[in-house]
Every structure is written in structure tokens, then in C-alpha cells.
């Protein structure tokens, strides 16, 4: 029989002898969308109507099988027919469906593998079902299918992490796995032509039974238990669980009601808001407004790194790990040997661990070399600076690296706080400059603040833009101001947490309640962690924008007086026990702190839980606001997407504007006046709404109405 096509867009229809062929084709990555629905189920029933078609192959025209849901259909109300409408007529069809999963299969995508009656794969590919990444859970018949093909175990996993999964894990779920991608096409076809022939039967997942033990119950009652401590703060975790276990306790038709049941629950959660918006905000980042398309890109196959410490190997490592030669400068011969024996030292930690081969580390310090001559960085097509966080010094990099470097070559700076346009003054080509603020470990840290100067030409942008994503990092643009976006908005936080400590809050009550809200480490640890002596440079050099506080920092400025400068000399904050990082409550600090109050006339007393939050949190929201009304970010998601990567701001809360818009704009701006007036002259000074908020709440707006 010759072959007919027939193209229902964005779905195929082939009708190769006895196999109706149904082929994904909805770029970029097959999204269920409504047109995809519709094209599916259209050709399933004339599949389903042709006498002379005897099995359906489902497959993709693109290199992964599905993406899964298209969500931003997540937010309309014409949906018919829904996903699980698909599944269902193709699970109850006559005829055998095979899925040819060809390449990745997540979400819906791989709920629509599950509900075919074959499915054939290859041992290279990766599957998973994400969506407790956004706030849910699978609402297509993940939570019952999967278990029935695989195992509890292996179900919970992969629902309650959304980690992609091998397939050669998934014992059970796939019926033909081969080698590789390339034989993939011929043995599916041989596979699905034997169905035909031999006529094997319509398997349906729906029909499998499965009981709930002892064993089982049990293995629900730890996994719960887990889940609790580990996904503190996230709803669908929990939720996740209950589906799977539904599969055990209900029959299917019942298990997927209540699945949906526990998926709207989900959906209409602030978590669920909040973790739909990160998804989005993350996206949206790297679209930058005001830069043509046609600008090019300049080509980048050589980097330079001023500074051999922990940051510029940090740095030097990213570009190591996808293959970029890095050229290394320290002005002393054992400081650069230092600098490349830590990168070895952490490529080697990480062979340990079975994270790299032997070959691989080679091969990435390889593409690491060290000088002590600003003449061998001519060859470099960008150049990082990252050396002490001083003026002086860092314009005197520039101005060496202005006479040796070829031009067209891109000059940055790492710096953290410093004006960008100043030290972009101390070169002949301030279009070539630009902020790259890598956030430490920088090796490990996602997060890139590129900031843009007064002078940055387009292309250096768009070029900056895009070598974030070669070395994995996610890129956001900021304008130039004291900290830019990151370290601007934590200057409040840290200074309230100091504050409250003064009016008689303990540091670990203060880090208790942080680390409630969602913070992996509250602002003492983190300072310890950090060192006190950096925050005390920055403050040396700003002292006389806070020399109207007297109270500002003190009890941090003694520490570091002392010596106390955290984790790397035993004390800070806290106390650390020799080769420890827990710290442990120094009555000391305590003290100082009383001290220092009764200097200042500031009366101790017993403070909240409520007031600690609300004084950290609701100071740094209104200097973000204060940010997006400057223009220094472009847009309000631009800002939680620096907190979440470079701050650790709970991703279940969206970040410090997307839970600014939850809570309430009006709540936010109604609070900071309660500061205002309560705290006498301190709150004057440091509680004044901006007038963004104000104006928002007054309106009744969010900050996503925001734009620039």
C-alpha cells in the first residue's frame, strides 16, 4: 500500500501500510498545547476509523518527544479538550498504540508515553515528570500510571524531586530500550510491526491492579516523613505523595479523581503563584529591551582572569568547564600557583565524588594557564578583573589592560558594589566595558549580574547575555549603582539584622526566624560565613552616607575590631569549633551588644518573631522598589530572580517581589509607616515608603505591572 500524508497541523498523520504513524511536530520543544490536543485526537480517530490500519505509532518530528504541558495556557479558561481527555481515548483504543519516545519525555509528555500501550526508547535518553517544580503535581494520570508501570519507589522519586530520570532505571515502564538514538527509528518500526503481526494484545495501564501492604504503607508513612523535613515551606511535595498513594488505596478511575482533586489544590496555593512566576521570570531575564536583533555577538575563544584567588578561580573555572582556554594573572609566581593548585584541588574533590573523570579534570586544567605579564593577555577576547574591591586598585588593572589588550577585546569587572562608570573612565574604550558580578562560590553559584554602564555598547551586552548561558549561569542585566541590584537591596537587610540585635533580638533568634521564612542561612551566619571584614571595608568606604546612624553596624565594626571576623578566624557572630561550620552562640556578642545600646541610649527589650521578618524583609522589598522605579532593573521579576540564584530567597515564595505582591502592597507600605513612627528618629530615617510602593498601593497595582 503506498503511503498517504496528511499534515493536521501541528500534528502528522502517515498511514504506512498497517501503521497509522502520529507525529509531534509543534516547535520548539512539542508543548501539549490546545493545537496539539486537538491535531492528536483527530488523528487517533481516523486511525481508529480506517479498517486498514492496525496499530498506531506515536513519535516526534523534533529531537525530544515532549516538553509536557504548554503553560501559559495555565491562565485560560478554553482548554477543552484537556489532556486527560487525550490519554483516556487513547488508552481505551481498540487498535495498539506504541509510543517511539525518541528523546526527552517530561510532564505531559511523558504522561502521554504512559498512557500508550508500548513504549520503546533508547538506553542514552531521559525521562521525568517536573511539575513539582512549578508548585503542582502531574494532573494527566502521572500519579497513576506511573506506579502501576514502575514501583512506588521509583514513582515517589521521580514525582516528588521532578528530577529526570534514565530510563534504564525504569524497570518495567518501557518494553524495548536499544542502544543508541541512531537505532532507535528501524527496531521501533520492526517492534510495532510485530505487534501488528503477532497480534499482541492492547495493554492498558488503567488495568493493572495494585494493592496496598504492610510494607507499602510503610514505605508512604517514612516517605511522607522525608518529605516533610527536606521540602520545608513547598505544598506540592506533600501533595505528590498522596496522589502515588491514592494509586494503592483507590482504583484507577478513583485514583485519578483524586489526583485532580490534590492538583487543584495545588494550583491555588501562593507556592504554586509563586513557583509559575520564577519559571517565567527566569525565562524573561535574558530578554533584554532596547538592543536590535541584527547585533552581532563578538566571538568569544580566549578569557583572561586578573586575580588567582578563590573568585577568580571560581571564575576561570566556568569558562574551563565548556572549553574555553583561560589565562590566569597574579603578580606574584606563588600566589598564581596557589590559585591553580585550589582549582585542581576542587576538580579533584569532584573526580571523588564520581562528578568527573580523570581524563576530564586533565583536560580542564589544561585549558588553564598562569602568567605574571599583562603582556600575555593581548590574545584575550575578554578579560575579567577580579582583584580587591577598591577603586584605586581596580582602575589600575584597567589601565594596563587598556594598553595591552587588542582591540575589540571585552573588559570586565567583577566587582560587587563599585561604580562601573568610574572605572570604566580609566580606559580609552568604555563601550568595551561591562559588570560581570559572578556571585561566590562562583564556580557553583547560578546567578551573573551583568551590569550595564553609561557607555556599554550593544554588542558587549548582547555578547555577555549570551556567554551566561554557555557557562550555565543565568544572566540578568542591571544598571550601575552603589551594589547594583543584590548587594544594594541586602544593605537594609543587613543592617536591620545588627539593628535588632542592638534592641535586644540574640543573632539566633534573628537567624532562627530567617531560616523559617525560607533562607538557607540567616544574616549572621551568612555573615560569618562570608567574613565580617568584607561587609566593614564596604562601610569604610561609605561612611559618610551612614555617619548620621551611630548605631549603624556598631556591634559587627567590634567584632571585626576584635578580630572576630567570622568562620575563618573561630569566632564572629558565633563561635566555631576547630575544622566545624556550626555555629554556636557566644554569650560575648551578647554582651557587646548591651553595651553598645546603653552608649547609644537604645532601650533593650523582647522583640518578635513578626517584627524580626518584617524589619528584614519589608526594608529590602522597599529598596527594590526604589531599584525598579530608577530603571536599574528593567522589571520587578528581573529582581526575584537575583534573590532566589544569588541569595537563596525561597523559591516557593516567587522572591521579594513576587511575595511583596502576594502579601499585599498596601500590607508592605502600611508596616514600613508602623516603623516609621514607632522607632523614633531611627525609623524616620530608614522607614520612609518609597514612592513606588506608596503610589502602587494606593492604586491597588503589583510590581509585575511594572515596566520599564
Not at 511535595?237 to 485532580?260: I, N, W
Not at 577568580?312 to 590559585?339: H, R, S, T, W, Y
Request: proline share 4%.
Amino acid at each position: 500500500m503506498s503511503s498517504e500524508t496528511t499534515i493536521v497541523s501541528p500534528v502528522s498523520y502517515v498511514q504506512d501500510q498497517q501503521l497509522a504513524l502520529i507525529g509531534l511536530n509543534s516547535v520548539p520543544v512539542n508543548a501539549l498545547s490546545k493545537a496539539v490536543r486537538v491535531g492528536v485526537i483527530e488523528s487517533v480517530n481516523k486511525a481508529l476509523a480506517d479498517q486498514n490500519v492496525k496499530a498506531i505509532v506515536l513519535h516526534s518530528h523534533l529531537p525530544l518527544f515532549s516538553a509536557g504541558a504548554d503553560i501559559s495556557e495555565f491562565s485560560s479558561t478554553d482548554l477543552s479538550p484537556v489532556l486527560p481527555e487525550v490519554l483516556d481515548l487513547i488508552e481505551q483504543s481498540t487498535k495498539p498504540v506504541i509510543a517511539i519516545v525518541g528523546g526527552n519525555a517530561f510532564g505531559g509528555g511523558l504522561e502521554l508515553a504512559l498512557s500508550c500501550h508500548y513504549r520503546v526508547t533508547h538506553a542514552k535518553n531521559k525521562v521525568g515528570l517536573p511539575e513539582v517544580h512549578l508548585g503542582i503535581l502531574p494532573g494527566a494520570g502521572g500519579t497513576q500510571r506511573l506506579p502501576r508501570l514502575a514501583d512506588a519507589i521509583t514513582a515517589l522519586d521521580m514525582i516528588v524531586t521532578g528530577a529526570p530520570t534514565p530510563v534504564t532505571k525504569l524497570n518495567g515502564v518501557f518494553d524495548l530500550i536499544v542502544d543508541s538514538a541512531e537505532e532507535l527509528q528501524v527496531a521501533a518500526m520492526e517492534f510495532a510491526n510485530t505487534v501488528v503481526e503477532k497480534q499482541l494484545p492492547v495493554k492498558k495501564v488503567c488495568d493493572i491492579k495494585l494493592e496496598m501492604n504492610s510494607d507499602t504503607q510503610a514505605l508512604f508513612e517514612q516517605y511522607a516523613q522525608g518529605v516533610a523535613a527536606k521540602a520545608r515551606g513547598f505544598f506540592a511535595p506533600g501533595q505528590c505523595v498522596l496522589a502515588v498513594q491514592a494509586a494503592y488505596t483507590h482504583d484507577f478511575k478513583d485514583g485519578l479523581k483524586r489526583e485532580s482533586e490534590l492538583f487543584i489544590e495545588c494550583m491555588d496555593t501562593p507556592q504554586a503563584r509563586a513557583q509559575q512566576h520564577f519559571f517565567f521570570a527566569e525565562r524573561a531575564a535574558s530578554h533584554v529591551q532596547g538592543i536590535a536583533k541584527d547585533v552581532k555577538t563578538r566571538d568569544i575563544k580566549q578569557v583572561a582572569v586578573i586575580g588567582a584567588g578563590t573568585m577568580g578561580g571560581g571564575i576561570a573555572m566556568n569558562f574551563a568547564n565548556v572549553g574555553i582556554p583561560v589565562v590566569m594573572l597574579e603578580l606574584k609566581q606563588d600566589a598564581l600557583d596557589k590559585g591553580l593548585a585550589l582549582i585542581r584541588r576542587n576538580y579533584e574533590n569532584s573526580a571523588k565524588k564520581g562528578k568527573l573523570s580523570t581524563e576530564q579534570v586533565e583536560e580542564r586544567m589544561s585549558l588553564l594557564t598562569g602568567t605574571t605579564n599583562y603582556d600575555d593577555l593581548s590574545n584575550a577576547d575578554l578579560v575579567i578583573e577580579a582583584v580587591f574591591e577598591k577603586m584605586s586598585v581596580k582602575k589600575e588593572v584597567f589601565g594596563m589592560l587598556d594598553k595591552v589588550c587588542k582591540a575589540g577585546a571585552i573588559l570586565a569587572s567583577n566587582t560587587s558594589t563599585l561604580d562601573l562608570n568610574e572605572i570604566a573612565s580609566s580606559v580609552s574604550r568604555p563601550q568595551d566595558v561591562i559588570g560581570l558580578h559572578f556571585f561566590s562560590p562562583a564556580n557553583v553559584m547560578k546567578l551573573l549580574e551583568i551590569v550595564r554602564g553609561e557607555k556599554t555598547a550593544d554588542d558587549v551586552i548582547k555578547t555577555a547575555m549570551v556567554l551566561a548561558k554557555t557557562i550555565r549561569k543565568v544572566g540578568v542585566l542591571v544598571g550601575v549603582c552603589f551594589g547594583f541590584v543584590g548587594n544594594r537591596m541586602i544593605e537594609p537587610y543587613g543592617r536591620e539584622s545588627n539593628r535588632l540585635m542592638l534592641e535586644g533580638a540574640s543573632p539566633e533568634q534573628v537567624d532562627r526566624v530567617i531560616g523559617e521564612f525560607g533562607f538557607p542561612m540567616g544574616p549572621f551566619t551568612m555573615g560569618d560565613m562570608a567574613g565580617l571584614d568584607i561587609g566593614f571595608f564596604v562601610r569604610e568606604s561609605r561612611r559618610e552616607l551612614i555617619a548620621h546612624d551611630p548605631s549603624y553596624c556598631i556591634v559587627a565594626d567590634k567584632l571585626v575590631a576584635q578580630g572576630r571576623v567570622g568562620l575563618k578566624a573561630g569566632k564572629g557572630a558565633y563561635l566555631y569549633e576547630a575544622g566545624s561550620r556550626k555555629p554556636i552562640p557566644d554569650p560575648e556578642v551578647i554582651e557587646i551588644a548591651k553595651q553598645e545600646a546603653k552608649r547609644l541610649g537604645i532601650k533593650q527589650r523582647e522583640i518578635s518573631d513578626q517584627e524580626i521578618l518584617e524589619r528584614c524583609i519589608f526594608p529590602l522589598i522597599n529598596e527594590g522598589a526604589d531599584i525598579l522605579k530608577e530603571g536599574i532593573a528593567a522589571k520587578s521579576s528581573d529582581i526575584d530572580v537575583i534573590y532566589v540564584y544569588g541569595y537563596g530567597f525561597p523559591v516557593y515564595r516567587g522572591g521579594p517581589m513576587q511575595y511583596a505582591d502576594e502579601l499585599g502592597l498596601a500590607y508592605i507600605r502600611d508596616r514600613m509607616n508602623f516603623y516609621k513612627e514607632s522607632l523614633g528618629d531611627y525609623g524616620q530615617h530608614w522607614f520612609t515608603p518609597s514612592t513606588l510602593l506608596d503610589e502602587l498601593a494606593e492604586s491597588g497595582k503589583t510590581f509585575s505591572s511594572v515596566k520599564k
